[in-house]
Structure formats: structure tokens, C-alpha cells
């Protein structure tokens, strides 16, 4: 089955760092992922759309100047949070579109990245 | 109106029981939809899947979809503490993008 690896688990920064996350998936080569935010108590929100090698598509919304994504290989994304500020905090999480156990095409999440920006 | 929709909850239901949890979406498009559960401060896990009208077995958990008034359901029988959770319904639009509803709470009670 697929499996997206997503890491930090949690990170801890001061307001006006950066932080980069990083999505990999680890046995299937995925041209689409996706990133999504979840606030508490609350459903998850697409972000954007990465597609390797080529720009993100943004959701309405969203600054693509603060943050950032990459998805230079067809197993790997990262999105970094640029000048990070106390109203990033949130729980961010990473899919991708690879070959279910049943042959079907369904997204898999990674574990998701908890940010807390003091 | 949201694309799909899900009672928020919390839905309690008593050890053992069935579960039945509903999920509505507005594009007559959709050709697949999915089940995921996501426990509190984890990321969401696919249950199932179903793309054909009918209803889809696995386990404990059927899922039940209805194109013509598009619904899609999910029951779990039997349920089980372990299975109190938040259970997102998500409808496949276009290029695998996934529109999610706004879950709903599972309480399954001892």
C-alpha cells in the first residue's frame, strides 16, 4: 500500500522564523500532493495543489509568498512557512495520490506536522 | 451551501450498537467518495471508498452511496469504544482532489 512519510512531527519556532516540512512518498511515485491545514475542532482546508516540477496551485485564500512549496521529485514536497507568526500555529498535513492495496487510486495522508509559533 | 456536508455531532451511540453516519455533497459530478477517521491530533486514515451506487462491506464498516440524492453514508456495526473518532466524508471532484465535509464527532459509549 502507499505510504506518505511527513516530518517534523512538531515544531516549536518564534514568531518571524521559517520552517520547512517536508512530504516524501515512500513507495510510489506521486506527481500531485496536497497540502492541507487543520485548525483545532476543525475540518481540514486544502492549501494547495503540488505538482512536481512544475508551480503550486494556491486555494483562494492562501499566500503563496509565505508559504512556499517545492516538489522538485516525484517523491517529495516540502512547504515552508516563511516569517511565521502566532496565527500559523495550526496542524498541517500532506497527501498524495498512490495505489491503494486494492489497485484503487486514493490519497494517503502523512502524519501530519503540529506548529507552534511562539 | 457547502460542497459536502456532515452533521458535526457528537453522535453518541452505546457499545455494540450500529453507527450511522451521513454525509451530503452538491456536485452531481462526484465520482468517488471516501471515508477517513481521524483520531484527535492525528491525520485522517482511510476507512473505504466507493465509487458504484449500492452498498460496499468491509469489516464492520458498509458504506452505502446513493448519485441520485446524493448521499453517501457510512454504518458501522457492532461498534466498539475504539472506534470514537471523527469520521470525514470526502467527494473526489477532479484530479484527485479531495472536498472534504466538516466531520462528524463518534462517541461510542462503554
Known amino acids: 500500500g502507499a505510504v506518505v512519510s511527513q516530518h517534523p512531527s512538531r515544531v516549536i519556532c518564534k514568531s518571524g522564523t521559517s520552517v520547512k516540512i517536508e512530504c516524501r512518498s515512500l513507495?510510489?511515485?506521486?506527481?500531485?500532493m496536497f497540502w492541507y491545514r487543520q485548525f483545532p475542532k476543525q475540518s481540514l482546508m486544502l492549501m494547495a495543489t503540488?505538482?512536481?516540477?512544475?508551480?503550486?496551485?494556491?486555494e483562494q485564500g492562501v499566500e503563496k509568498d509565505k508559504f512556499l512549496i517545492n516538489h522538485a521529485s516525484l517523491t517529495l514536497s516540502t512547504l515552508t512557512v516563511t516569517s511565521a507568526h502566532p496565527e500559523d500555529s495550526s496542524f498541517y498535513i500532506c497527501?498524495?495520490?498512490?495505489?491503494?492495496?486494492?489497485?484503487?487510486?486514493?490519497?494517503?495522508f502523512g502524519a501530519g506536522s503540529r506548529l507552534t509559533v511562539l | 451551501q457547502k460542497e459536502v456536508e456532515q452533521n458535526s455531532g457528537p453522535l453518541s451511540v452505546p457499545e455494540g450498537a450500529i453507527a450511522s453516519l451521513n454525509c451530503t455533497y452538491s456536485?452531481?459530478?462526484?465520482?468517488?467518495f471516501f471515508w477517513y477517521r481521524q483520531y484527535s491530533g492525528k491525520s485522517p486514515e482511510l476507512i473505504m471508498f466507493?465509487?458504484?451506487?449500492g452498498d460496499k462491506e468491509d469489516g464492520r464498516f458498509t458504506a452505502q452511496l446513493n448519485k441520485a440524492s446524493q448521499y453517501v453514508s457510512l454504518l458501522i456495526r457492532d461498534s466498539q469504544p475504539s472506534d470514537s473518532a471523527t469520521y470525514l466524508c470526502?467527494?473526489?471532484?477532479?484530479?484527485?482532489?479531495?472536498?472534504f465535509g466538516g466531520g462528524t464527532r463518534l462517541m461510542v459509549k462503554p
Open positions: 497527501s498524495a495520490s498512490g495505489e491503494g492495496a486494492t489497485g484503487a487510486n486514493v490519497l494517503t
Open positions: 466507493i465509487y458504484s451506487n
Open positions: 456536485d452531481r459530478g462526484s465520482q468517488s
Open positions: 513507495d510510489f511515485q506521486a506527481t500531485t
Open positions: 470526502a467527494v473526489n471532484n477532479a484530479g484527485n482532489m479531495l472536498t
Open positions: 503540488s505538482n512536481e516540477g512544475s508551480k503550486a496551485t494556491y
